[in-house]
């Protein structure tokens, strides 16, 4: 199996290569990446905890999903492909807005990206695809930032950083 590339890109989003995913992140190099925040019609967010397998932040609490775009693909295309394959359903999304970021890990891995937020609505329970996620639960923005305040070591890193940064502009 062939390892999946990140896209490479300047400050201003411009793609300037593709590096292995694993290599990217080891050294730290500033990429394409992409967050999804879907909500239903009562305002709640829908998080999903990470699955025990995962090569970072295993069984911690993050926003509905997130990855890496492939090169030639959109971010909204990016996005409801990883929400398909993470949580099993498609609704329609948008992007919001974009920023950087850069969270080290313990286990000597960097995220150095250029997040693309993107934010849609579903109302049904997803059908989550158990090799990426552990579990998941509805809540609202309100008692999310409550508990990230009382429980800072359940979530990941760059949803702490995206949620901070973005919970103005999530709010509905």
């Not at 995913?21 to 999903?48: C, D, P, W, Y």
């Not at 609505?121 to 695809?129: A, D, G, L, R, V």
Request: with cysteine; net charge negative; hydrophobic share 35%.
């Amino acid at each position: 199996m062939i390892e999946e590339q990140v896209i490479l890109v300047n400050e201003n989003d411009e793609q300037i290569g593709l590096m292995p995913k694993m290599e990217a992140h080891e050294k730290a190099v500033l990429h394409r990446a992409f967050s999804v925040f879907i909500f239903n019609t009562k305002g709640e967010l829908l998080l999903q905890q990470r699955a025990a397998e995962k090569y970072h932040s295993p069984n911690l609490w993050t926003n509905t999903c997130c990855s890496h775009q492939r090169n030639g693909e959109t971010n909204i295309e990016a996005g409801k492909r990883r929400l398909q394959e993470e949580m099993g359903f498609s609704c329609d999304i948008k992007e919001i807005f974009s920023f950087i970021y850069q969270a080290p890990f313990d286990n000597g891995l960097t995220e150095h990206e250029l997040d693309h937020v993107m934010v849609g609505y579903f109302n049904e329970n997803p059908k989550i695809n158990k090799d990426e996620v552990e579990a998941y639960h509805w809540m609202t923005l309100d008692n999310v930032k409550k508990d990230i305040e009382l429980h800072p070591e359940k979530y990941t890193e760059w949803f702490k950083i995206i949620f901070k940064k973005s919970f103005n502009k999530l709010k509905i």
